[in-house]
C-alpha cells in the first residue's frame, strides 16, 4: 500500500507544505509556446543581447584605455621613453626566459637547477638591456619624441 497522502508528489515533504487538494500546477510550457520559443530564441551565447552589448562594451574600454596609453607615451619626454621601452624589453626577456627555463627545469640535476636559474636570469636582463632595448628604440624611432 501506499504511505503518501493522496495528492502528494514523490519527494515532497511535510516541510514543503501540503499537496492542494490532489492539484498541482503544471508550468510547462504549450506546444505553440514551445514552437515560438525556439524560433525566437538564439541558437548560442554569441547571439543574445546581452553578450553583444557586454562585447561592445568590453571593446570600447579596451579602446579608450589603448588611447589613454598612446596619449600617456606621447606626453612623456623621450628619456621616459625610451626607459619604458628598456623596462618593457627586460620584462619580455626575462619572462621568455623563465617560460623556456620552466619547460626543462625538472629535468635538470639540483646542482645545474642552482646554478642555472640565476644565470638565466641575468642573461636575459642583459639580453634585454644590451640587445632588444637598443633594437626596439630603432625601431620605435619614428614614434618617440624629437630631443631638442
Not at 1 to 23: H, T, V
Not at 32 to 55: A, C, F, G, H
Not at 90 to 106: D, K, M, N, R, W
Not at 108 to 120: E, H, M, N, Q, Y
Amino acid at each position: 500500500m501506499n504511505s503518501r497522502k493522496q495528492g502528494q508528489r514523490k519527494g515532497r515533504s511535510k516541510l514543503n507544505g501540503p499537496a492542494d487538494d490532489g492539484q498541482f500546477i503544471d508550468a510547462s510550457p504549450d506546444a505553440d509556446t514551445q514552437q515560438n520559443m525556439s524560433r525566437n530564441s538564439p541558437r548560442n551565447l554569441q547571439e543574445t543581447k546581452v553578450y553583444k552589448d557586454s562585447v561592445k562594451g568590453a571593446r570600447a574600454a579596451w579602446q579608450n584605455y589603448v588611447a589613454f596609453l598612446a596619449t600617456k607615451f606621447h606626453d612623456t619626454p623621450r628619456r621616459g621613453q625610451e626607459q619604458f621601452i628598456i623596462r618593457m624589453s627586460q620584462t619580455l626577456t626575462i619572462g621568455s626566459a623563465v617560460l623556456i627555463t620552466s619547460l626543462f627545469y625538472p629535468f635538470l640535476p639540483t646542482l645545474i637547477r642552482v646554478f642555472a636559474l640565476p644565470g638565466v636570469l641575468v642573461l636575459s636582463w642583459w639580453l634585454g638591456t644590451k640587445v632588444v632595448a637598443p633594437q626596439m628604440t630603432i625601431r620605435f624611432e619614428k614614434h618617440l619624441n624629437q630631443e631638442f
